[in-house]
């Protein structure tokens, strides 16, 4: 008797990374009127400070925070650079200062924000959408008058980019044909331009995990392992759009079976800023399913 059939498909999406924190510069006296037959007390000062973060729409990959190129699903292309502020007063404004891969050049001045302040408090933010690593600080300075004092410096934050070749959202996986089951899909998306050939000329690795059962529709696999795929690939270096054309086969007789497949490449940050730092078992002879790290292979 021939037992349910279920198959159900990930495909990878691949990889950026923030910390937060303060730093006090410029003071501001204040002074404290003493209580009467005391002696006179030092002023007290108000450190002004900022503090910075990152974020993003997709979930932080071992403590980094990700986006995706040009992918506006759910903004998932945005890194959203915000922090607080204290010990300010006046009109101060908030200039946010950009580095780029390979972090050759000197910082520049990419946008600002006026806040509103509360007892010397406020908030800021910017979105952002990086097309490779990029390293963010704020500087806040007194007024908007050219050459105004800068009273409060942010440490600096780091997001990373990955390109996300993925399936069309209305993809549905095709039922099995027995006994040989033929899996042909079309994975696509965005790349930087100026990465578009080296990014595409990488090996795609792939995996797939299967489980039979003769009586009944097995469970998901708990693993997927190397397994072949033909592969053509097609890229447009000028608009950096890539295809990725796959189709693999297993045998699945006339048993009940459940599948699961991936594919990725490994990252490669120092060289073209796309991706992560680190590992994340993209290469591996094995990797456990469900993929750790939210699906992120690199």
Same mark, same amino acid.
């Given at each position: 008797?021939?037992?349910?059939?279920? *198959?159900?498909?990930?495909v990878?999406?691949?990889?950026?990374? #923030?910390?937060?924190?303060?730093?006090?510069?410029? =003071?501001?006296s204040?002074?404290?009127?003493?209580?009467?037959?005391?002696? $006179?007390?030092?002023a007290r /000062? =108000?450190?002004a400070q900022?503090?910075?973060? #990152? *974020?993003?729409?997709?979930?932080?990959?071992?403590g980094?925070?990700?986006?995706?190129y040009?992918?506006?699903?759910?903004?998932?292309?945005?890194a959203?650079?915000?922090?607080?502020?204290?010990?300010? *007063?006046?009109?101060?404004?908030?200039e946010?200062?950009?580095?780029?891969?390979?972090?050759?050049?000197?910082?520049?001045?990419?946008a600002t924000?006026?806040?509103?302040?509360s007892?010397?408090?406020?908030?800021?933010?910017?979105d952002?959408?990086?097309?490779s690593?990029?390293?963010?600080?704020?500087k806040?300075?007194?007024?908007?008058?050219?050459?105004a004092?800068?009273?409060a410096?942010? *440490?600096?934050?780091e #997001?990373y980019?990955?390109?996300?070749?993925?399936?069309?959202?209305?993809?549905? /996986?095709p039922k099995?044909?027995?006994?040989?089951? /033929?899996?042909?899909?079309?994975?696509? @998306?965005?790349?930087?331009?100026?990465?578009?050939?080296?990014?595409?000329?990488?090996?795609?690795y792939s995996?797939?995990?299967?489980?039979?059962?003769?009586?009944?529709?097995?469970p998901?696999p708990?693993?997927?392992?190397r397994?072949s795929?033909?592969?053509?690939?097609?890229?447009?270096?000028? $608009?950096g759009?890539?295809?990725?054309?796959l189709r693999?086969?297993?045998s699945i007789?006339?048993?009940?079976?459940?599948?699961?497949w991936?594919?990725?490449?490994?990252?490669t940050l120092?060289v073209? @800023?796309?991706?992560?730092?680190?590992?994340?078992?993209? @290469?591996?002879?094995?990797?456990?399913?469900?993929?750790?790290n939210? @699906?992120?292979l690199?």
């Amino acid at each position: 008797m021939k037992a349910a059939l279920s *198959s159900r498909v990930s495909v990878r999406i691949r990889a950026r990374a #923030v910390v937060s924190a303060t730093l006090a510069c410029v =003071a501001v006296s204040a002074m404290m009127t003493p209580t009467v037959g005391a002696a $006179t007390r030092p002023a007290r /000062t =108000a450190t002004a400070q900022a503090t910075i973060a #990152v *974020s993003s729409t997709f979930p932080k990959v071992t403590g980094d925070v990700l986006v995706l190129y040009r992918d506006t699903t759910d903004n998932l292309d945005v890194a959203k650079v915000s922090g607080s502020l204290s010990g300010l *007063s006046g009109h101060p404004v908030v200039e946010l200062w950009v580095s780029w891969f390979p972090f050759k050049g000197v910082p520049v001045e990419a946008a600002t924000s006026t806040p509103k302040l509360s007892d010397g408090k406020g908030s800021y933010s910017f979105d952002r959408t990086p097309s490779s690593a990029t390293k963010y600080f704020v500087k806040v300075v007194a007024s908007a008058k050219a050459g105004a004092a800068t009273v409060a410096t942010s *440490s600096t934050v780091e #997001v990373y980019v990955t390109p996300n070749i993925s399936l069309p959202a209305n993809y549905k /996986t095709p039922k099995c044909a027995r006994p040989i089951c /033929t899996i042909s899909v079309t994975l696509s @998306g965005l790349i930087p331009p100026a990465d578009a050939a080296q990014e595409s000329a990488k090996y795609l690795y792939s995996y797939l995990g299967l489980n039979l059962n003769a009586k009944k529709e097995p469970p998901p696999p708990t693993e997927m392992k190397r397994y072949s795929f033909k592969v053509h690939k097609t890229v447009n270096t000028k $608009t950096g759009e890539v295809t990725d054309q796959l189709r693999f086969s297993f045998s699945i007789g006339d048993d009940g079976y459940y599948f699961e497949w991936d594919v990725c490449t490994q990252d490669t940050l120092t060289v073209d @800023g796309l991706g992560l730092p680190g590992h994340h078992d993209c @290469g591996d002879a094995t990797i456990p399913y469900p993929v750790p790290n939210h @699906g992120y292979l690199g």
